[in-house]
């Protein structure tokens, strides 16, 4: 007997001949049956392996951006793999705790959140009753993220990639729109109407219009590409992931002899210090950048006010000297 089975999907036999009535009604009833969760067949009921199975097909997960989807599930393999066949429901919290204290800090967070994730889809499913990672609160990390590019680092890098080539488009494209690279990975001249360039954030959902700086269009108009990303390989295809396109930049990079620390997010952040520097307020910026709270943005804004507030002082300070040695002249 005939029979068909979808991705995701458990097999259907086929009665009857093929192209016969009998067969298409229930070929059709398989191309509209219910969706399995991958390698729910394979898992014990009730065990995290059969949770994250369920959590990996449900809509909560799918709602999450594409990048955290991917992340959170490399992030839960590594947990089914060590702790599959483990019974959900009795997961203790120390479990969970003594298994972060082992990580690095960025490492800790990024778990964390995806096991509150699946616990918290668990508890409204029904899986379990509690989510053990409630209360669990991590050290704060004391780091200022990714490094900042400085002018000089910008100007290195476009002294060695003139305009025309496709890594000084790169950093024009993160420099100038302040976006993440997943989201500028996806820029195309279709997404410019009037000056202005419209793209809707992967990881928050919002949709920004940025108007196209003078330079950026100038870069536009002097890069040649055949294909509707602005960003493509040396083959002239559109980068595989956010990984594929880092591992380039950081060529480029290199190329240029910049150091270690100069990368593509360091970019985003250029482009809100740029924007602070220009005397723009956090809400400005943030209209730019399109962060979901302006705790970030205001970073920039009081480092360049201090930076400011400064140089006022020491001139105040330079101006009474030089008034009192002119004062002392005049006895």
């Known amino acids: 007997m005939n029979s068909a089975r979808r991705p995701g999907h458990p097999r259907v036999r ?3 001949l093929p192209g016969s009535a009998e067969f298409n009604r229930a070929y059709e009833a398989a191309l509209e049956g219910p969706q399995l969760a991958l390698g729910a067949g394979r898992n014990r009921p009730g065990s995290i392996s059969a949770a994250i199975a369920l959590y990996f097909s449900s809509l909560e997960f799918h709602a999450l951006a594409k990048g955290t989807q991917a992340m959170r599930r490399a992030l839960l393999e590594r947990v089914r793999e060590h702790h599959g ?7 203790p919290q120390k479990f969970v705790a003594d298994g972060l204290s082992n990580m690095k800090p960025h490492a800790a967070r990024n778990m964390l959140g995806a096991l509150r994730g699946l616990l918290q889809f668990a508890v409204k499913h029904g899986l379990a009753e509690m989510d053990v990672t409630q209360g ?3 050290p704060a990390i004391k780091s200022d993220g990714y490094y900042t590019w400085s002018e000089a680092d910008i100007a290195v890098f476009e002294s060695y990639h003139p305009v025309g080539t496709m890594p ?3 950093l ?3 420099l100038y729109t302040g976006q993440r690279r997943g989201d500028v990975l996806r820029m195309g001249r279709q997404h410019i109407h009037d000056g202005v360039l419209t793209v809707r954030q992967d990881k928050t959902g919002v949709t920004l219009a940025i108007p196209v700086h003078p330079d ?5 108009e ?3 590409g055949g294909h509707l990303n602005f960003l493509t390989t040396q083959r002239g295809e559109p980068f595989r992931s956010g990984a594929n396109f880092s591992n380039y930049f950081r060529e480029w990079c290199n190329e240029a002899g910049l150091p270690k620390e100069c990368s593509a997010h360091g970019l985003r952040k250029a482009a809100c210090r740029r924007l602070a520097e220009a005397g723009c307020s956090a809400n400005e910026i943030a209209a730019i950048s399109g962060h979901a709270t302006l705790k970030e943005v205001e970073r920039y804004t009081k480092a360049v006010d201090q930076a400011r507030l400064a140089r006022n002082a020491m ?3 330079r101006t009474n000297q030089h008034r009192k040695v002119s004062n002392s002249g005049d006895v």
């Open 14 to 16: 086929l009665p009857g």
């Open 85 to 91: 066949d483990k019974p959900l429901a009795l997961m």
């Open 136 to 138: 669990i609160k991590l």
């Open 168 to 170: 000084r488009l790169a």
């Open 172 to 174: 024009a494209l993160l």
């Open 216 to 220: 950026l269009k100038a870069i536009f």
């Open 222 to 224: 002097a890069t040649r």
């Open 315 to 317: 001139a105040r300070v």
